[in-house]
């Protein structure tokens, strides 16, 4: 092995990021707009110590946007180090991105403090997004387009 190990210092991890994507009968995706940066993004965030990334998923989206929602899929893993930080708040944090499909189950739905409004917006309609969205998005609306597509992963 290449790599010198350090044991007695902290290891730097990125964060995980939860995203989901939620389409809703007519092929649209629900979309939020970000309270910190003024973007659009899929509902998410970073997951807590103690919960799992399904719960993850769940809880922000009932929190960002007061849907309850199940997730039915996993549909790829995105690295931060894919994209740059134009927009986003925290600049210089390291994510990865678990990318999940979810159904709304009950809730209704209503802006929040992270989100100021929701959105359902077609494939090629929709507004400026948040930083390292735009590549999710379009394989959340490839996979509406062919559900034998793999997960797709970075």
């Known amino acids: 092995m290449d790599r010198d190990f350090n044991l007695t210092k902290k290891p730097v991890t990125p964060l995980v990021g939860v995203d989901v994507f939620i389409p809703d009968s007519e092929s649209r995706v629900l979309l939020i707009k970000r309270t910190d940066n003024?973007?659009?993004c899929t509902?998410?965030?970073s997951q807590d110590l103690g919960e799992t990334p399904e719960e993850c998923g769940v809880?922000?989206?009932l929190e960002e946007t007061g849907f309850e929602i199940t997730i039915n899929r996993l549909l790829g893993v995105f690295?931060?180090?894919k994209y740059e930080s134009v927009n986003y708040p925290w600049k210089g944090r390291?994510?990865?991105h678990c990318f999940f499909m979810g159904e709304i189950i009950g809730g209704v739905g209503r802006p929040s403090v992270e989100a100021e409004e929701i959105g359902w917006f077609?494939?090629?309609q929709?507004?400026?997004l948040s930083d390292g969205h735009e590549p999710r998005?379009?394989?959340g609306f490839d996979f509406l387009e062919n559900a034998q597509l793999p997960p797709y992963f970075e």
């Open 38 to 40: 003024g973007f659009w």
């Open 43 to 45: 509902p998410g965030g």
């Open 59 to 61: 809880r922000e989206v």
């Open 79 to 81: 690295s931060s180090l």
């Open 94 to 96: 390291k994510y990865l």
């Open 122 to 124: 077609y494939r090629d």
């Open 126 to 128: 929709h507004p400026p």
């Open 137 to 139: 998005i379009k394989y």
